[in-house]
């Protein structure tokens, strides 16, 4: 993508590594209290509320592994990996307050090419109202990495861990699944449609939703507002970013318990129905491995039921039961057959 000898490009040589980071970061403001110190000493200083416990995350994208920048604009990146992190602090129902970003880049990426990511960066910063408080750069031999962590806030007797679901406990998730993964597919048969015919022009209009959940998706930060709003504090809670499956395993194994999960009240969105159908592929084993919706699943108590029930943030579909009974998906025809994770897997090359 930014292979071309274009001479009007700027080399990121041109500036050295204290420049490159001063070019990039000059634009980021601090808005939190909490930071005292950001960019530009040798170490950041936060100064939390002492009733506060602190939340913290690491997540790294690596090119060829996690995006391929053939159809992932630089901005829209810069954006996701913020979200991606974003998203872990509010599965832990806390305020995600700072981050800081370190990248590696090798020289084929301009400087302007790292004004577009770090511009991504700064739209998340400012819509999700957090502060950029240093990082790291380094070249790199094999594409661009980046990492971010976050940090954030929460008190002491609101954590939700994965740990902490109960038998009976209802299972909710937020928003619909499966459209970030198709619209990968689509993205990927647009890729190979254009190195036959470099002439072509990808139609994507039908696909909108599918590829803006891939490109940029929105960590919901939302949900944990809501929550608090109508009084519920989940009994535990997960994002899903490796696929509705393995998440649910995920609380069941930590939590000791079994789970019966509903085919039919899998939330799926028209377009996800109608793009299965065009690619011949089973709407449900999408919901259930394709990862990347970075939507909210979360376990309540079965009193909370009334004020989760009518909300079109929220379906309920499955409850918890005792561990010896196992983790079920409960088929449209009545069948229980057991839960596998077949979610994305950073470690898996072949995926």
Not at 81 to 93: G, K
Not at 152 to 169: I, Q
Not at 222 to 228: M, S
Not at 339 to 348: C, E, F, T
Request: negative net charge; charged residues 25%; hydrophobic residues 40%.
């Amino acid at each position: 993508m930014f292979e071309n000898k274009d001479e009007s490009r700027t080399s990121i040589s041109s500036l050295g590594e204290f420049g490159l980071i001063d070019h990039l970061t000059e634009h980021f403001k601090i808005t939190r209290k909490s930071t005292k110190i950001g960019i530009g000493d040798d170490a950041a200083v936060l100064d939390f509320d002492a009733k506060k416990q602190v939340v913290v995350t690491t997540d790294l994208l690596i090119e060829g592994v996690h995006f391929d920048l053939s159809y992932m604009p630089l901005k829209h990146l810069g954006y996701k990996a913020v979200m991606v992190n974003l998203s872990d602090v509010y599965a832990m129902n806390a305020e995600a307050t700072q981050i800081t970003v370190s990248i590696a880049v090798s020289n084929r990426f301009p400087i302007e090419a790292l004004e577009e990511l770090y511009a991504g960066i700064q739209a998340a910063s400012e819509v999700y109202k957090i502060d950029v408080i240093g990082g790291d750069t380094s070249s790199s031999t094999s594409g661009l990495v980046i990492s971010i962590t976050a940090i954030g806030l929460v008190d002491e007797d609101k954590v939700t861990k994965r740990s902490t679901a109960k038998e009976g406990d209802l299972l909710v998730v937020s928003g619909d699944l499966g459209a970030a993964y198709l619209g990968l597919q689509v993205l990927e048969r647009e890729k190979q449609v254009f190195k036959v015919n470099p002439n072509s022009q990808p139609d994507l209009e039908k696909y909108t939703y599918l590829v803006e959940r891939q490109l940029k998706p929105e960590a919901r930060r939302d949900i944990t507002l809501l929550l608090k709003e109508i009084e519920v504090l989940p009994t535990s809670m997960i994002d899903i970013s490796d696929g509705l499956s393995s998440e649910v395993i995920h609380i069941c194994k930590q939590s000791k318990v079994g789970c019966n999960l509903y085919e039919d009240k899998i939330p799926l969105d028209p377009q996800v129905i109608s793009t299965c159908e065009e690619f011949n592929m089973d709407s449900t084993t999408i919901a259930l491995s394709g990862g990347e919706d970075y939507e909210l699943l979360f376990t309540v108590k079965q009193e909370d039921f009334i004020k989760i029930k009518a909300n079109p943030h929220f379906s309920i579909i499955g409850h918890m039961t005792n561990e010896s009974e196992g983790i079920h998906l409960i088929t449209r025809a009545n069948t229980k057959i057991q839960l596998i994770a077949r979610g994305w897997n950073a470690l898996d090359e072949e995926k």
